[in-house]
């Protein structure tokens, strides 16, 4: 957990204007921010279906803006304030539509964030655009940046991402459906929110770019979805809010979750530098390679022998599996686990699958 923070702000809903607590609280205190802002959607009249009842559309006052220019100083000011209290290793997210999120870019850009993507949430039930005079407005647009161009070292659990996409890496388009059914929060009957997010769609933004106990701050907390699913995922947040309906629904909701009982380890998921260290050499020691073999390149172009120390050898180089393939590539540096297969019953195998067997056979099973 981040030590910057004190006690008083953990898993709590802070009352007030985002600015203003936000300039209060320590730097450096956050691990991850998470922002979904007014969207200024500068709707002027009532919104009607076909068969001529209303649209319950977003008209709260906290999204009226007298201008563009009171929307961007707005803007810029819970940006800078967030930066502030960003750790120098986190970064922040902020979703967006059309209506806002290409003047939030810009400012963004202007106070210093370095963009990592732009994520596309693109919606599977979107609300049909009723009037027929343009396209439906069928996704939103996350921007997810850190501090600066400088920062090195940030949050990405790369694998854990590719492990959700069935073992195929993740894309910057996310097909999730809108709040609805079940999920949707109520109040005496009606949304409470009238733009909740769903808890899918938070779900992926925090296991990609926060570690269990990580803090994640929302500067615009509002039913809470953050926090809840924060809390189902071993992570602590700060949520801040102003509207006293919308911090009764939130801690309502997020007092009603039962914490994990579960070990961390099954909210993580190890990335490659996580695991065991594995020598080529260990293979040969257990037999899965011996001498004499031969391994290929993936469409067989290049190939070399194994020798007993680990080495592979061919009649220009001899060196490790990495030194050897960047020879045969023309290359400074490569990978030799992802370069080099062997053939087995006339199909060819990664060499990282043989890493990976002997891992399985001769290494402890790291979960408990």
């Known amino acids: 957990m981040n030590k910057n923070i004190p006690e008083k702000y953990i898993d709590h809903v802070l009352v007030g204007d985002a600015v203003e607590i936000l ?9 991850m921010i998470f922002a979904d802002p007014p969207y200024n959607l500068q709707l002027e009249n009532n919104l009607y279906r076909p068969n001529e009842t209303m649209v319950d559309a977003v ?10 220019e009171e929307y961007d100083k707005f803007t ?10 960003l750790s120098d290793v986190g970064t922040i997210w902020v979703i967006g539509t059309y209506h806002n999120i290409f003047r939030v870019g810009k400012i963004m850009a202007d106070l210093g964030y370095w963009t990592l993507n732009d994520i596309v949430w693109i919606k599977t039930n979107p609300m049909p655009n009723f ?7 069928a996704h939103e647009t996350l921007i997810w940046a850190k501090k600066d161009k400088k920062q090195k070292k940030y949050t990405f659990n790369y694998q854990a991402m590719k492990m959700y996409n069935d073992e195929k890496q993740m894309r910057s388009d996310w097909y999730i459906p809108i709040c609805s059914g079940n999920e949707r929060v109520k109040l005496n009957g009606e949304k409470a929110h009238t733009t909740q997010k769903p808890e899918a769609l938070l779900r992926r933004v925090i296991l990609s770019s926060t570690n269990v106990g990580d803090i994640v701050l929302d500067p615009f907390f509002g039913s809470g979805t953050t926090g809840a699913v924060a809390k189902k995922l071993k992570r602590h947040w700060v949520g801040i809010e102003k509207e006293q309906k919308y911090i009764k629904v939130a801690t309502h909701r997020i007092d009603s979750i039962s914490p994990p009982l579960i070990e961390d380890d099954y909210f993580k998921t190890p990335s490659k530098k996580d695991l065991p260290k594995v020598t080529f050499a260990n293979l040969l020691e257990v037999g899965l390679v011996k001498e004499g073999d031969i391994l290929y390149s993936a469409k067989k172009e290049h190939s070399a022998k194994v020798s007993a120390d680990g080495s592979l050898q061919t009649c220009k180089v001899r060196g490790s599996i990495h030194k050897v393939g960047a020879h045969m590539q023309g290359r400074k540096t490569c990978n030799g686990w992802d370069y080099w297969y062997f053939e087995d019953k006339n199909t060819i195998v990664s060499i990282d699958k043989l890493r990976n067997k002997y891992r399985e056979k001769h290494l402890e099973c790291p979960a408990k």
């Open 23 to 31: 300039n209060k609280m320590p730097e450096n205190c956050v691990d």
């Open 131 to 137: 009037r027929g005079v343009r396209f439906t407005n």
């Open 59 to 68: 008209d709260d006052e906290w999204d009226k803006f007298s201008s563009l």
């Open 76 to 85: 810029y000011n819970w940006l800078n304030a967030c930066r502030r209290v």
